[in-house]
């Protein structure tokens, strides 16, 4: 499905459940850099396929949407 110039990587396979940074970056709305920073520092859990390949796992993209959500006080 194309929304809008960009791709939904979930309504393209929706029994996938690794995503490569670019999926991730379009999946969480995130630059690519943005995503590896956030590997590196630990904040996402990531699974390493061959020696140079990140691949995000959707329930702990999902995990960290829920954790970074916050909601505006007055």
């Known amino acids: 499905?194309?929304?809008e110039g960009i791709i939904n990587p979930v309504s393209q396979r929706p029994n996938?459940?690794?995503?490569s940074l670019k999926e991730a970056s379009q999946y969480?709305?995130?630059g690519i850099w943005s995503i590896r920073k956030k590997v590196w520092n630990g904040e996402i859990?990531?699974?390493k396929a061959g020696q140079r390949r990140i691949l995000l796992d959707i329930k702990d993209m999902d995990s960290w949407i829920e954790k970074n959500k916050t909601q505006f006080t007055y």
């Open 28 to 30: 969480l709305g995130l």
């Open 16 to 19: 996938k459940r690794l995503y």
């Open 1 to 3: 499905m194309k929304v």
């Open 45 to 47: 859990p990531y699974v």
